[in-house]
């Protein structure tokens, strides 16, 4: 069956420490996103990638890094400048500007927490 | 994007059709009505979307007023499992993100 798979489910990482979460998909999607939630809010856009090698920022990009070397996977790395990490994060598609009949399709998150 | 406004939270009885309100008055024409929920601790899941007419699905049923300014999902015969925050969101044709606000915490009770 064709999906999103983010790994790990959860993450625990030491203050001052970079870490990688893991979005891979198989829906042949262009459009890749990774968005954060915190405790009772809405999600926030970090980055999105359009096609293979090209990303933008999203609305709370500080202290975030990501890369877009194959279709099918868009890593987010977690950097030691972003001060508040712990939150829920999640890795969507979507066909793109088309966006087909179902807009975003996403994985079920990773929950990093900072000790 | 058009700002979307709904509700905090509401509460419906299980069986019952759970009517969701959302207020987009300053949708403009080349925008779509997308509504999305999120079962606790879960990715949100795709419900339903529309421009100008009503739509269906196995899901829910979406009504926008004539004049867009407003929308409703309705779920039809609500369960348990229905209980989620709902989000109700306005998109521009052709581009690519979405903009999640905080939603409608929906509570089905038995």
């Known amino acids: 069956d064709g999906g999103i798979t983010q790994s790990p489910k959860y993450l625990f990482r030491k203050e001052g420490q970079n870490v990688t979460l893991s979005c891979e998909q198989n829906l042949n999607h262009d459009a890749m996103y990774w968005y954060r939630q915190d405790p009772g809010q809405g999600l926030r856009l970090i980055y999105y990638s359009q096609i293979v090698n090209d990303f933008q920022k999203g609305d709370i990009a500080e202290g975030y890094s990501v890369s877009r070397e194959k279709k099918e996977s868009f890593p987010l790395t977690v950097t030691s400048a972003q001060k508040n990490p712990t939150a829920f994060y999640l890795c969507?598609?979507?066909?793109?500007?088309?966006?087909?009949?179902?807009?975003?399709?996403f994985g079920s998150g990773t929950r990093l927490t900072v000790v | 994007d058009a700002k979307t406004t709904q509700p905090t939270s509401m509460d419906c009885a299980e069986g019952r059709a759970a009517n969701l309100p959302c207020n987009h008055s300053t949708i403009s024409g080349n925008e779509y009505v997308y509504w999305y929920r999120q079962i606790h601790s879960q990715g949100p899941q795709y419900i339903i979307h529309?421009?100008?007419n009503n739509e269906t699905n196995e899901m829910a049923s979406l009504i926008i007023t004539e004049d867009r300014k407003s929308s409703t999902l309705i779920l039809p015969h609500a369960t348990l499992r229905d209980t989620a925050v709902y989000y109700c969101i306005v998109r521009v044709r052709g581009d690519y993100k979405l903009s999640f606000g905080a939603g409608t915490t929906v509570t089905v009770r038995a």
């Open positions: 969507a598609s979507s066909m793109g500007r088309l966006m087909g009949n179902y807009g975003y399709t």
């Open positions: 529309g421009l100008k």
